[in-house]
Structure formats: structure tokens, C-alpha cells
């Protein structure tokens, strides 16, 4: 250690640590650590000292015999004597100074009163700003009798003028609801009307064309019948024809052979003549008779030759009658099948056409099963109601249920007007509920503090307690009680148990109307949740219903309506009947039951209306 080093050893103590930033270099002086550190080195330097006296007269005695390297131990020497005596004088100085640890802490806490003290002040500023408000307030309140009253009229005016109002409201929501229902209910006439008319106009679709292909049959069988008896007649007649020309052709053969017979009876006459006339010589008789059998086979001759050209003409006549015969038969053939061929196509079409309502019967069959399901007649009607139409029962259901809607719709409407009632009134109801307990509680921490200020002294304490009250509480008692006591008196007993006696007496008036209001209140939420369950079971039986009518409206030729109530109720139909939705009110209603009694009781108080069990619309 230098000597330069000591000197600024020993001018550390001199500095006088006051401020809070000295505090870590002196406790790293003064801590006992450092100390005990400072005293072992201290008693370790002592033996060495005592220890290098003797080894420097050892050495010295040596040294002698080494003169060369005495300079070099003397300087060794004189450093080591300066290094010791300058730490020995650094820990004698130190050694006295006392511990600034306690005193830096406490000025350090000092500093932190002092920054409080300033936190304090300004919170007191705001402190009494505040006491100045409730002194305001509290001042306020003294006149409560008549403020009351005229609350009270106030409450009445503003409860006429709720009522007024809640009572337009309704009547408007209720002249509007029932404008709209009024609407939908026309439109669902309609609609029911246009499915009623489809319905029968496919019916009588179906009919006219079944009618229509029994006539075709019936057509179709009669030219059928009627081609083949043409054709059976022209077949006979063909027959007949052929063998008229049968018999012509054989008459006319045998014509010819009596022809050729003739021919040849003539040529043998002629050669007969021939002999005549060489035997000239004859008789007359013989010539006669000759002369008379020529001349009768001549005329025989003749008559035979006519009735060749007859039976000739009659062959041309039968070829010519057949060969037309033939044309004609062939062109009615032709013409027959071209209309068979037409009646073909039609019965095709119609065949196609019944394969396209081939559901005919199944669809009457599910009308019938719908009819008897939902239109089953009652046990006093009889088989009368049995026997009536479909479309007479559909009226009547559509007449039953437009009654039953319209007083649903009636003690709907009332409800909603109670509804909104019982909330404007719970509203109001909460309202006062929560004024009244902020004014409450402001009126028992202003009671607390009189009652702490009229407690009775201690033995031995001063008697001028009143010098402690605050100001703005001494001018609130001067504005309630008049001018301000003698400072050696306490303040009336009268006069604190008349001011109990007020607050006890609207305490317990608030009190009694905040219990009015929390029946109320509880009444308003059974009637909600009523209201809720039969709005719920309305909404399930307009599924239903929307349900059947599109049942009805499932078969082909049916329109559907694109209204906003048919569609409201389709979004509703297709959310019921989705499973995802089915299994989160599931999940939700199984969550819910799987509460805790606080947690659900919290549930009920958070919500206003607390949603019913879903298995409802499940």
C-alpha cells in the first residue's frame, strides 16, 4: 500500500455522510464484517511486525556477511514499515468513528414520512371536498320530511306518466302485433287456398288424365277391333271375289270346251253340208231337216258365242273390281296403321305421364292416412265427419286454429304488455332500490360519525372534546341543530335522538319498499318465465304446423311461400332438426344442471330472466 493510498484512507473518514446516496459506501466501512476482517489483519500485522524485527536481526547479522545486497533489504524494509504504519493509522481512525447506518435510515425514513405527509395532505384535501359534498348532501337531507313528500309526488306523476306510456306502448305493440298477425294470417289463408287448389287441380289432372287414357284404351281396343273385322271382311270378301273368279274361270273353261265342242259340231255339220250338197239328188224331207239342224246349231252357235263374250267381260270386270279392291284395301290398311301408329305414340305418352304420377296412389294413401291422423272425426260426429271431403276438414282446422291463435294472440298481447310493464316497474324498482342504499349507507357512516362524537369522555381526558370535531361536520349539526353550542357543553340528547328517531324511521321505510320491490321483482320473473314458456310452446306448435304444411307442400306441382314468417319458421324448422344444434342445448342444459346450487342461484340473480330447462325445443 502507498502512501498516497493511506492519505486517502484517512481523509474518508473526515466526509460527513448525510445524504441517502453516502449510505452504501459507509456501510461498506462499517459493516462488522469489514471490522472483523480490519481486526484479524491488524493482529496478523502485529506478529509479522514482531516477526520481522526478529528476522531483520537475523538478516542483518547474515547481511554483514552479504554486503552487496544490503541497499536493496534496507528499501524493502523502510516500504514494509511505511505500508504497516499507514494501515495502522487508517484502522486507529477508523476504528472510532461510529455506525452512520442508523442515521442514514433514519433519514431516509424521515424522507418517506415526509413524501406521505404530502400523499396525506392532498388525500385530506380531497377528504374534506368530499366531507363538504356530504355536509352539502347532509344539509339536504335534514329538510327530509318535506323532500319525501314531494319525492313522493314525484314517484306518483312519474309512475301515471310510466303507466300512460306503458299503456300506449302496449296498445301500439298490440294494435301492431295484431296488424302483423293479421298479415300472416292472410298469407297463410293463401297459402293454404293455393295448396287446396293445386291439390285439386292435380287431381283433377290425375282424373282427366286417367279418363283420358281409359278413352284411348277404349279407342285404341275399338279400331283394334274395328281393323280386324276390316280386315276379316276384306279377307272374306277377297274370298269371295277369288272364288267368284273361280267359278268365272271355270265357266269360262267349260264355255270354251262347249265352245270347241260346237266348233267341232260345226265343222262337222259343214262337212255334213259338204255331203248335202254332193247328194243334191235327195229327198226334200232330208233337206229340211238338214236346213233346220245347221240353222239350230247356228243359233246355238251364237248363243254360246255370247256367252263366252259375257263370261269374258264378266273375267275383266272381277280382274278390274279385284285390282281396286286391292288398292283400296291396301290404302285403309296404310291408313289404319298410320292411326295405329298415332293411337301407339299417344298411349306412350300417356303411359309416360302415369309413370311420372305414378305416386298417385301412394300419395292418396298418405292423404288419407293425414286425413284420418289429423282430421279424426270426433266421437259425438259420427261416420258423418268420416265421410267429408278433404278440403271441408282442412277449412275447419284452418277455422279452429284461427280461433285458437287469435286468443292466444289476445292473452299474448296482454302478457306482453304485463311484461313490459313488470320490466319498466323492476327497472325503477332497481333504481330506487340502488339510491336508496347509496343514501342509506351515507346516512349510517354520517350517524357513525355523531355517535362517535357524542361518546362519553374517558377518565383523565380533555374536556373540550368538541375542538376535535371537523368543520364541515360542525356546520352540518349548525345547519341541522341552528347555532353552534357553548365549547365547554355536549350537544342535546333531544335533539340526537329526534335525528335518530328520523334516520330509524326512513330506514325502516326504505327499507320495507325495498322489500315491496324485491317481490315485486320476483314477481315480475315467474311471470317472465311463464311468458317465456308459453312463447316457447307457441313456437313449438308453429313448428309443427309449418312442419304439416310442408309435408303438404312435398309433392310435386306444390309451391312454397317466400314470406318472412314461412321463412322465420323454416330457419327454426331446419335448426330444430339439426344435430349439431341439438347437441350443444344438450351440452348447455347438461353444464347447467351439472352446477353447484350457489352457482345456479348467481346465475338466476345475474340474469334478469333466466332461460328455462332446453329440453323444450329438444
Known amino acids: 500500500m502507498s502512501a498516497g493510498s493511506g492519505k486517502g484512507a484517512r481523509q474518508t473518514p473526515v466526509e460527513s455522510p448525510t445524504a441517502s446516496s453516502k449510505l452504501p459506501q459507509a456501510h461498506w466501512l462499517c459493516s462488522p464484517e469489514i471490522k472483523r476482517e480490519l481486526d484479524a489483519t491488524a493482529t496478523v500485522l502485529a506478529n509479522r511486525q514482531d516477526e520481522s524485527e526478529q528476522s531483520r536481526k537475523r538478516l542483518i547479522e547474515q547481511s554483514r556477511e552479504f554486503k552487496k545486497n544490503t541497499p536493496e533489504i534496507d528499501a524493502l524494509s523502510k516500504r514494509s514499515k511505511e505500508a504497516e504504519a499507514a494501515f495502522l493509522n487508517v484502522y486507529k481512525r477508523l476504528i472510532d468513528v461510529p455506525d452512520p447506518v442508523p442515521a442514514l435510515d433514519l433519514g431516509q425514513q424521515l424522507q418517506l414520512k415526509v413524501q406521505r405527509l404530502h400523499d396525506i395532505e392532498t388525500e385530506n384535501q380531497k377528504l374534506r371536498e368530499t366531507l363538504e359534498e356530504y355536509n352539502k348532501e347532509f344539509a339536504e337531507v335534514m329538510n327530509q320530511e318535506v323532500t319525501i313528500k314531494a319525492l313522493k309526488e314525484k314517484i306518483r306523476e312519474y309512475e301515471q306518466t310510466l303507466k300512460n306510456q306503458a299503456e300506449t306502448i302496449a296498445l301500439e305493440k298490440e294494435q301492431k302485433l295484431q296488424n302483423d298477425f293479421a298479415e300472416k294470417e292472410r298469407k297463410l289463408q293463401e297459402t293454404q287456398m293455393s295448396t287446396t287448389s293445386k291439390l285439386e287441380e292435380a287431381e283433377h289432372k290425375v282424373q282427366s288424365l286417367q279418363t283420358a287414357l281409359e278413352k284411348t284404351r277404349t279407342e ?250 371537523p368543520e364541515p361536520i360542525k356546520e352540518a349539526t349548525a345547519l341541522f341543530y341552528g347555532p353552534a353550542a357553548p365549547a365547554s357543553g355536549a350537544l342535546p340528547e333531544g335533539q340526537v335522538d329526534s335525528l335518530l328517531s328520523i334516520i330509524s324511521s326512513q330506514r325502516e321505510r326504505f327499507r320495507a319498499r325495498n322489500q315491496e320491490l324485491e317481490a315485486e321483482n320476483r314477481l315480475a320473473q315467474h311471470t317472465l318465465q311463464a311468458l317465456q314458456s308459453e312463447l316457447d310452446s307457441l313456437r313449438a306448435d308453429n313448428i309443427k304446423l309449418f312442419e304439416k304444411i310442408k309435408f303438404l307442400q312435398s309433392y310435386p306441382g306444390r309451391g312454397s311461400g317466400n314470406d318472412d314468417t314461412e321463412l322465420r319458421y323454416s330457419s327454426q324448422y331446419e335448426e330444430r332438426l339439426d344435430p349439431f344444434s341439438s347437441f350443444s342445448k344438450r351440452e348447455r342444459q347438461r353444464k347447467y344442471l351439472s352446477l353447484s346450487p350457489w352457482d345456479k342461484a348467481t346465475l338466476s340473480m345475474v340474469s334478469p330472466c333466466p332461460s328455462p330447462p332446453l329440453h323444450t325445443l329438444a
Open 220 to 469: 285404341l281396343f275399338d279400331l283394334k277391333t274395328k281393323y280386324d273385322e276390316e280386315t276379316t271382311a276384306k279377307a272374306d270378301e277377297i274370298e269371295m271375289i277369288m272364288t267368284d273368279l273361280e267359278r268365272a274361270n271355270q265357266r269360262a273353261e267349260v264355255a270354251q270346251r262347249e265352245a270347241e265342242t260346237l266348233r267341232e259340231q260345226l265343222s262337222s255339220a259343214n262337212h255334213s253340208l259338204q255331203l248335202a250338197s254332193q247328194i243334191q239328188k235327195a229327198p226334200d224331207v232330208e233337206q229340211a231337216i238338214e236346213v233346220l239342224t245347221r240353222s239350230s246349231l247356228e243359233v246355238e252357235l251364237a248363243a254360246k258365242e255370247r256367252e263366252i263374250a259375257q263370261l269374258v267381260e264378266d273375267v275383266q270386270r272381277l280382274q278390274a273390281g279385284l285390282t281396286k279392291l286391292r288398292e283400296n284395301s291396301a290404302s285403309q290398311i296404310s291408313q289404319l296403321e298410320q292411326q295405329l301408329s298415332s293411337k301407339n305414340s299417344t298411349l306412350k305418352q300417356l303411359e309416360e305421364k302415369l309413370k311420372g304420377q305414378a305416386d298417385y296412389e301412394e300419395v292418396k294413401k298418405e292423404l288419407n292416412i293425414l286425413k284420418s291422423m289429423e282430421f279424426a272425426p270426433s266421437e259425438g260426429a259420427g261416420t258423418q265427419d268420416a265421410a267429408k271431403p278433404l278440403e271441408v276438414l282442412l277449412l275447419e282446422k284452418n277455422r279452429s286454429l284461427q280461433s285458437e291463435n287469435a286468443a292466444l294472440r289476445i292473452s299474448n298481447s296482454d302478457l306482453s304488455g304485463r311484461c313490459a310493464e313488470l320490466q319498466v316497474r323492476v327497472t325503477e324498482a332497481v333504481a330506487t332500490a340502488t339510491e336508496q342504499r347509496e343514501l342509506i349507507a351515507r346516512l349510517e357512516q354520517d350517524l357513525s360519525i355523531i355517535q362517535s362524537i357524542q361518546r362519553p369522555d374517558a377518565e383523565g381526558a380533555a374536556e373540550h372534546r368538541l375542538e376535535k370535531i
